[in-house]
């Protein structure tokens, strides 16, 4: 499974490198680019982001099974809400699965609804798998500007708040702050993964 995520996790970095390209052939001549160029840089933060949600639900899928009980507590049976209660009818269509692979199913379930959208719902993935949250430190300074960064491209397109002459209607982007952003994450990463 490391070895799958490992794969995964670069290829998807790879991506957000060939979207920063994209940008790079479209951004000739001097002064600040039109949005509509600056969009691509937004894409790559966008999935950026999703590289590292990606790499979260994925250790948690390969971890979180075999955790001990405590890391389990919010997570519902599979069918059922979150935090909701369960009988034994509610177990009755599992007949014949070991709880093993119920928890499994649970998790990989529950992960489909999941989402990490600050630098502590992260330290919690790192808690909830076996490792220090202190892990995010080095990175917490980086991760979390471009975290925020893409909920306001996502949930406000983006959209700038200043009004007035030499304003334009995003915000301005610079492809040095999506590098910086992405070597982040690639070292996160690797770190996160050389420690299992």
């Known amino acids: 499974m490391k070895a799958e995520i490992e794969t995964r996790f670069a290829a998807n970095l790879e991506r957000v490198r060939h979207l920063v390209d994209v940008y790079q052939g479209a951004a000739a001549g001097p002064g600040r680019r039109p949005v509509e160029t600056t969009d691509v840089l937004r894409a790559a933060v966008v999935f ?9 639900r ?5 971890k979180l099974p075999l955790a001990a009980a405590p890391h389990l507590k919010d997570v519902p049976l599979a069918g059922k809400k979150p935090r909701s209660t369960f009988t034994l009818d509610d177990l009755a269509p599992f007949r014949g699965t070991s709880v093993d692979d119920l ?3 649970s998790v990989l379930e529950n992960l489909e609804r999941s989402n990490f959208n600050d630098p502590g719902e992260v ?4 808690e909830r798998i076996g490792l220090p949250k202190v892990l995010l430190d080095p990175y917490r300074d980086k991760l ?10 996502v949930h406000r397109a983006d959209r700038n708040t200043a ?10 982007l610079q492809q040095e702050t999506v590098d ?3 070597e982040a ?8 993964l050389a420690q299992l």
């Open 123 to 126: 330290e919690g993935v790192l």
């Open 163 to 172: 009004t007035g002459r030499g304003h334009h209607a995003a915000r301005a």
């Open 180 to 182: 910086v952003w992405s």
């Open 103 to 105: 928890i499994a199913r």
């Open 48 to 56: 950026l982001h999703a590289t590292l949600e990606d790499l979260l």
């Open 144 to 153: 979390g500007p471009m975290m925020k960064r893409r909920h306001w491209i």
């Open 58 to 62: 994925s250790l948690l899928e390969w």
């Open 185 to 192: 994450l690639e070292q996160f990463g690797a770190g996160v």
